[in-house]
């Protein structure tokens, strides 16, 4: 019997990550389709929302909201861009920093998500109810709590703030 290429608990790991991204993807889907069936526009214009809707002020630095929602500046620009053509997001400057500036949503768009969100919780409620007990889901929350500000340190420190391959495009610090 020829030896494997690789070792059994080297094996387990790659099983490990690509249970984790086919989880991922397979939970995006079903969240896109569920959102589709309810009339919602379903892309990340939507993510940019929710993530807005959940701050303080309902509002975000395009910095934070870049890297929170793994688009590079250009395509959260090109993203909010779209949301305030559709009366849901403003852009202003920040008084702090002349460079900086914050989107925030509109009247139009917290009323939006307040139709939305409900919508959005009962998915969620369904899935992680159907799949974790309270005690695994609050582990699995800190594990992807640890998982994330371990990958977000490393690529910040290697100069990546984002996924290029979630982005289609370059993130910074490529050549």
Same mark, same amino acid.
């Given at each position: ?18 249970l ?9 889907r079903?969240?896109?389709?569920q &959102? ?20 303080e002020?309902?509002? /975000?630095?395009?910095?934070? /909201?870049? &890297?929170?929602?793994? *688009?590079?500046?250009? @395509?959260?620009?090109? &993203?909010?861009?779209? *949301?305030?053509?559709?009366? /849901? ?10 460079? @900086?500036?914050?989107?925030q ?22 899935? *992680? ?10 582990q *699995? ?14 690529? /910040? ?5 984002c996924?290029?391959?979630?982005? @289609?495009?370059?993130?910074?610090g490529? &050549?």
């Amino acid at each position: 019997m020829p030896t494997p290429l690789i070792p059994v608990s080297k094996e387990q790991r790659l099983t490990t990550m690509g249970l984790l991204f086919e989880s991922a993807a397979g939970l995006r889907r079903l969240m896109h389709r569920q &959102a589709e069936v309810s009339g919602a526009a379903v892309n990340q214009s939507f993510d940019i929302l929710v993530r807005l809707a959940r701050s303080e002020h309902n509002e /975000l630095r395009m910095s934070e /909201l870049a &890297a929170q929602a793994s *688009l590079t500046p250009s @395509g959260l620009t090109r &993203a909010v861009d779209r *949301l305030q053509q559709q009366g /849901l997001v403003i852009r202003r400057s920040c008084p702090d920093d002349r460079r @900086g500036s914050f989107a925030q949503l509109t009247a139009a768009g917290r009323s939006l998500m307040d139709e939305m969100i409900p919508e959005h919780l009962a998915q969620i409620d369904e899935i *992680l109810d159907e799949v974790f007990t309270p005690e695994e889901e609050a582990q *699995l929350e800190s594990y992807l709590r640890r998982l994330r500000d371990y990958t977000r340190e490393r690529n /910040l420190a290697s100069g990546m703030h984002c996924d290029a391959d979630d982005t @289609g495009g370059a993130c910074p610090g490529d &050549a």
